[in-house]
């Protein structure tokens, strides 16, 4: 790879990164839910973006930019599509509203893709090209023939409220991780390996799950596991890759999130993302990982895209 070349795709990846951090920042500074915690309905068509051809869930960054376009245009469904995979589905995208500014309706997400090129006769370099993708909810498509892909389609209403979530339950006993309960903190123990959590009648609604799927993510980083180094990456980082990580397996768990804001690390988040506009990248990239990795202890096949 030439140096001309190689100057153009770091640029262009370098503004990929920056519009979406800016996207993330201007949410986050809204005041309103942090774009990743959403209070998921337990009905089968929503939850985390899933691509209505491959079957695969977005990963890394896509799901907040998913649940931001959500958020914005109302949209309930996990199923999204591009164009082309609408249409050759049968579906017609439905005419942008007046309301929506032109270029908005489609929502933009990324696809990483490495590039290895050699450099020498026994040496070679890896680059990673970022290219963006335009993709529509099944919200914004026309077709009858679609219907079961949206929330609410035949929907057992019987089941619907429960306090029971009895796929977590399992799926954390399975991972065999040491979790001890009582006295008032949550926290991972890196060094002894441990996760320390309060008794579960001291949380309301989900509370407990929520807490207990976070220093989780927190436990895949051990060397054992995931093998991921905190220092490098500091506190922030390893509090924001377990808080979306957290959100992930929620999502995919039927788990509503509790609405909290996490203002004791918003200030830290924020300043971090402003001076690394791959600060957010890589968050989201790992917590991906980790709910991947956590997911597969499950007895049940789950559809986590690696």
């Known amino acids: 790879m030439n140096l001309i070349r190689r100057r153009l795709l770091v640029s262009n990846n370098q503004k990929i990164r920056e519009e979406i951090t800016n996207q993330i920042i201007t949410a986050l500074e809204s005041g309103s839910l942090l774009p990743w915690r959403k209070p998921w309905s337990r009905d089968r068509n929503s939850g985390m973006g899933k691509n209505i051809v491959s079957g695969e869930l977005y990963t890394g960054v896509n799901p907040l930019l998913l ?112 979790i001890r309960h009582g006295g008032n903190q949550a926290f991972y123990d890196l060094a002894q390996d441990y996760i320390q959590v309060p008794n579960r009648d001291q949380f309301s609604g989900s509370g407990y799950y929520d807490t207990v799927l976070h220093e989780l993510v927190h436990w895949a980083e051990h060397t054992n596991r995931l093998n991921w180094d905190r220092k490098s990456g500091g506190y922030a980082l390893g509090e924001l890759i377990a808080e979306i990580g957290a959100c992930y397996l929620c999502s995919e768990l039927g788990i509503p999130t509790n609405e909290e804001n996490h203002h004791a690390y918003l200030n830290g988040w924020l300043q971090r993302m402003k001076q690394d506009s791959s600060f957010i990248f890589q968050a989201s990239s790992q917590a991906s990982k980790a709910a991947d990795y956590i997911m597969s202890f499950s007895k049940k096949p789950v559809e986590v895209a690696g």
């Open 67 to 178: 649940g931001l376009a959500s958020e914005r245009h109302g949209f309930q469904s996990r199923y999204w599509g591009t164009f082309r995979q609408w249409e050759q589905l049968g579906g017609k995208i439905m005419r942008r509203p007046s309301r929506v500014s032109k270029g908005q309706w489609g929502t933009k997400i990324v696809f990483c893709k490495a590039v290895t090129k050699k450099k020498g006769h026994d040496e070679e370099e890896t680059y990673f090209l970022l290219r963006t993708y335009t993709v529509f909810c099944v919200d914004q498509v026309e077709g009858d023939h679609l219907d079961y892909l949206r929330v609410g389609f035949k929907t057992d209403t019987r089941n619907e409220v429960s306090n029971t979530f009895d796929e977590a339950d399992a799926l954390i006993e399975a991972t065999g991780a040491d």
